[in-house]
């Protein structure tokens, strides 16, 4: 690796590996000059490599990143996004010591929530007009369908049943072409089925939504006047967002903004913009950027973030909006800071007419109010690369006649489920709410610290798997741990003295836990690397494992509690809770615990008299050791884990005690459960083997009763010999013929055999 801290100020051309080096894919950076060494790389998207990270001002890292477009529930993709970049926050501040400023912004104005609240508001209204499913009801519905699917799903061909038709389509193949597809599909198949079958008003409202709303927009849409509408929707979605955040234990921002309390200083902005000639108004009101006049400018670069997007009109449009106009654009690349609005749209005024800002100005004005005209990193999703963030770039950099408004930009990677990528549009989300309810907060972050943060993750069982096992095996290090401490403390206590000597195998320990300090710094030095630095913790924790597995009652709880302080402090710094002690992270098995000291104490005590009254009765009843062994064994087995307490035997010392949660408690009584099933298939194997000696016992007895002289005259033999000497031989074969010298001496070895049979039997009676 080259040693940064001998460069200075430079520019630095960065190129998309899987282009060719050519003009057309390359920017220009300009690396910060360092102060002292810089010690930890981040990857820029400028750069499409890791470079050296160098702050601006030794008190500050300014940092901006992009918040919420609020209109929605929030979905996993979101949750990967936000918990990645607090990981990285936390990280810069809690580890490298950064005074980091955190501006991040909510958007509430904007084409998506004008539509949904336009949207909402009418379908809302239409419902409150209909009280049954009438004629007239079907109708209006049926044609809304009918425009639905001539938008939506120009492929069929209008012949026959919809409904049938669309359960001869491959909706998963199809998606991967048209990824909105299978979503109008099956929109339109529900409308349809209701239109035929539907009887329940709620259900069929409910069910005809997605088709209706387009329709009742298109026709009632610039009725819609009252501001306090669409306020009203982004404010809910504000708060939703807000509580997810704090579900998910995402730090708040050190500066939140909101768009529309910066509508003066955007129309300012674009002010500015417009005067230096990089901006233009259109006859319609709106003002739009010269995409063409300020790349061809010597002292500019349009779309360094993504190069090779410039001219993709999908990404373009996208970013416009669906409300957008276009009316007097130069160029088709050109992009929206000021958008006159239309009947049915929120407006604020300003020198081209009433309108609203552009989505992409409303970061670059917010960001700027705190950062001026230069920033150090800036963030957030991938998928805001090209246009929004490349957009931000060229409009701020105009503004400012500056080079390079971002010094560092981080983008979070795609999150996927199951290989699926995830879209609000596609109505395929996984919301936060509903992740929370499957998964804890503690193993969403695990899930999101062992991927990458600009890598894609695949939200998949696998990922899942891993996730559960590393939990599980630091909780279990930390309770033995904190049970081993208060064991030694309590010895401490009444007078013990322990040797604190350290040996071979603490030596050894306190090694591997230097060596994971090394590790982790590394890491972390290492672009943040949380998927190396979590995996280092649990190597030290397999460490720590193996050394009280080795070193038995001669253990040292010392070098175990500075392993375990270790760990936490960086679990803490990644952003888990942890306990007070620093001893583990806070449990999550969301057990309650009583305010009242009585309450809490009261099931412990009655279990600990239960037990006295126990062994006192049965002490003045001078019963059997047994009945006391017995009586500890359901102590601990039963009433005491069902206290989530668990006892741990121990050679030669007293029982660990330790706190379970639900999920470890579980896990001890399935265990309890399979040790009794395979002591009663043991005792079912005994009593089967007893029944088997017995039976074999009686048989010998049955046969060592036959006199010797009359065995081979019984029914068996009588089918193979018809004719005996005086001792009881068979001589001959049933037929007449005579039996052979050799068949006659091995008689003679069975008739001896049972001779030594009968007499022992015979002997046993008379004793």
């Not at 960065?14 to 981040?42: D, G, H, N, Y």
């Not at 193993?443 to 891993?466: A, I, P, Y």
């Not at 009584?669 to 089967?688: A, F, G, T, V, Y």
Request: proline content about 4%; hydrophobic content about 35%; glycine content about 4%.
């Amino acid at each position: 690796m080259k040693n940064w801290s001998q460069f200075g100020q430079r520019t630095i051309i960065a190129c998309k590996p899987r282009f060719p080096l050519s003009r057309q894919f390359m920017t220009t950076w300009i690396q910060p000059e360092p102060q002292k060494p810089a010690q930890l790389v981040l990857y820029n998207t400028f750069t499409r490599s890791k470079v050296p990270f160098v702050p601006t001002s030794n008190e500050e890292v300014a940092w901006y990143s992009c918040g919420p477009t609020v209109y929605n529930s929030s979905h996993m993709g979101h949750a990967r996004n936000y918990v990645t970049i607090d990981i990285n926050r936390r990280i810069m501040q809690d580890y490298f010591g950064y005074n980091v400023r955190f501006i991040q912004n909510v958007t509430d104005i904007d084409d998506k929530i004008i539509i949904k609240a336009r949207q909402e508001y009418l379908f809302a209204q239409y419902k409150k007009s209909h009280t049954e499913i009438s004629a007239e009801l079907k109708k209006n519905v049926a044609t809304a369908l009918q425009e639905y699917i001539s938008k939506n799903i120009p492929e069929w061909d209008g012949s026959g049943s919809f409904v049938d038709w669309a359960k001869t389509l491959d909706l998963a193949a199809l998606g991967v072409q048209k990824p909105k597809l299978p979503m109008h599909v099956k929109a339109a198949v529900a409308a349809s089925n209701e239109l035929q079958h539907g009887t329940d008003l709620e259900s069929f409202f409910a069910n005809i939504q997605d088709v209706l709303v387009p329709k009742l927009d298109k026709e009632l849409g610039s009725t819609v006047t009252d501001p306090e509408i669409f306020k009203a929707c982004s404010s809910y979605w504000e708060r939703k967002f807000d509580e997810d955040m704090a579900a998910l234990n995402v730090l708040p921002p050190s500066v939140t903004t909101r768009v529309s309390e910066y509508v003066p200083e955007i129309v300012e902005f674009v002010e500015k913009i417009v005067e230096k000639g990089y901006a233009y108004a259109t006859p319609d009101g709106s003002v739009y950027f010269n995409v063409a006049k300020f790349d061809k400018d010597p002292a500019h670069e349009y779309a360094k973030l993504q190069p090779w997007s410039k001219g993709n009109m999908e990404l373009i449009a996208d970013g416009e909006g669906s409300l957008s106009a276009a009316n007097g654009k130069q160029n088709a690349s050109d992009f929206a800071l000021w958008k006159a609005s239309k009947a049915g749209e929120p407006s604020w005024p300003s020198p081209w007419g009433h309108g609203r800002p552009g989505w992409h100005i409303e970061c670059s004005v917010m960001a700027s109010d705190f950062v001026g005209s230069q920033m150090d990193i800036h963030s957030g999703g991938i998928d805001l690369a090209f246009p929004h963030h490349d957009n931000e770039l060229a409009q701020s950099e105009a503004h400012f006649d500056c080079k390079q408004w971002v010094n560092y930009f981080l983008h979070t990677g795609h999150l996927h489920i199951e290989g699926q990528k995830m879209s609000k549009s596609l109505k395929n989300f996984i919301t936060i709410e509903e992740a929370l309810q499957r998964y804890s907060s503690r193993q969403l972050r695990l899930c999101f610290g062992l991927v990458q943060w600009n890598n894609s993750l695949d939200f998949k069982e696998s990922l899942l798997n891993e996730v559960r096992s590393m939990e599980s095996s630091l909780s279990k290090f930390f309770k033995n741990v904190r049970a081993l401490k208060a064991d030694n403390d309590h010895r401490l206590a009444s007078g013990e003295v322990i040797s604190k000597k350290y040996g071979v195998h603490e030596k050894q320990l306190a090694a591997d836990l230097e060596q994971c300090k090394r590790n982790v710094h590394a890491a972390f030095c290492d672009n943040l690397s949380t998927p190396l630095a979590l995996r280092s913790l649990l190597e030290q924790v397999n460490s720590a494992n193996n050394y009280i597995s080795s070193v038995g009652a001669d253990l040292r709880v010392d070098v175990l509690v500075q392993s375990a302080l270790y760990i936490t402090r960086i679990l803490s710094v990644v952003g888990f809770d942890v306990r007070k002690d620093g001893l583990g992270w806070e449990d999550e098995s969301g057990a309650q615990t009583g305010s009242n000291l009585e309450e809490q104490l009261l099931p412990y005590l009655k279990v600990l008299s239960n037990f006295r009254d126990l062994v006192r009765s049965s002490a003045i009843a001078k019963a059997d050791y047994k009945v006391f062994l017995e009586a500890t064994d359901t102590l601990r087995d039963k009433d005491l884990l069902n206290l989530n307490v668990s006892l741990d035997d121990r050679s030669g010392q007293g029982a660990l005690v330790k706190f379970l949660n639900e999920t470890e408690k579980q896990e001890l009584l399935n265990q309890q459960e399979e040790r009794q099933q395979q002591q009663l298939e043991k005792e079912r194997r005994r009593l089967e083997q007893l029944k088997l000696k017995e039976e074999k016992e009686k048989e010998r007895l049955a046969k060592a009763r036959i006199d010797p002289k009359e065995m081979f005259k019984s029914d068996e033999y009588r089918k193979v010999y018809e004719e005996w000497d005086e001792t009881g031989l068979p001589v001959k074969l049933v037929g007449g013929e005579e039996v052979t010298k050799s068949a006659k001496k091995k008689l003679i070895k069975l008739q001896e055999q049972q001779r030594r049979l009968f007499e022992a039997y015979q002997k046993s009676q008379t004793v």
